[in-house]
């Protein structure tokens, strides 16, 4: 298992790693890939921006499955009833439109809403910009809070308390 590792976090293959890990861990099932994307910056910090890129990419596409998922599933609910399917509770959602796609970064409810966002036949291209937007600036924090972490560096006590 440590050569596995070993071999992933090499540069050649650590991108290839992180795509594969932000792809499917936007879908449903549930996996992180901040862990991978610190890993590989914090072996290779060369790879900063190259990795926060390729990890927005793939967790976009992975949202854009999600959301392809809920498009499909409409379609299909809806030939399957004779008649289109509404659901009151989204109706807050369907106000924000493609917009609400910048909160699918969210822990637990990013993912499910890349599904209703494809549900509400939302077009795909505002909602991809607005999921990359958020995913993108996810991994930039993320991945800059952990290296500076990591280095040793007391965080300051305001920030601290919001956290925890």
């Known amino acids: 298992m440590t050569t596995l590792l070993q071999t992933l976090?090499?540069?050649?293959?650590?991108?290839?790693?992180?795509?594969?890990?932000?792809?499917?861990s936007a879908t449903l099932l549930?996996?992180?890939s901040e862990p991978v994307v610190f890993g590989l910056v914090k072996l290779n910090p060369e790879l900063f921006w190259p990795a926060i890129l390729v990890a927005t990419l793939g967790n976009t596409l992975g949202g854009m499955?999600?959301?392809?998922?809920?498009?499909?599933?409409?379609k299909l609910i809806d030939r399957e009833r004779s008649h289109p399917t509404h659901l009151r509770a989204?109706?807050?959602?369907?106000?924000?439109?493609?917009?609400a796609c910048l909160l699918s970064w969210l822990p637990i409810v990013g993912d499910p809403l890349c599904a209703v966002a494809g549900w509400l036949k939302f077009p795909a291209l505002?909602?991809?910009?607005?999921?990359?937007a958020g995913k993108f600036l996810?991994?930039?924090?993320?991945t800059g809070m952990l290296l500076w972490a990591a280095q040793g560096v007391r965080l300051p006590a305001w920030l601290l308390k919001a956290a925890g």
């Open 9 to 24: 976090s090499l540069p050649e293959y650590g991108l290839t790693t992180v795509f594969l890990v932000a792809l499917v």
């Open 30 to 32: 549930p996996l992180g």
């Open 65 to 74: 499955i999600s959301w392809a998922m809920g498009r499909g599933a409409h």
């Open 90 to 99: 989204l109706d807050w959602l369907e106000r924000f439109g493609p917009r």
């Open 126 to 132: 505002p909602c991809a910009a607005y999921m990359a």
């Open 138 to 142: 996810r991994y930039l924090t993320m």
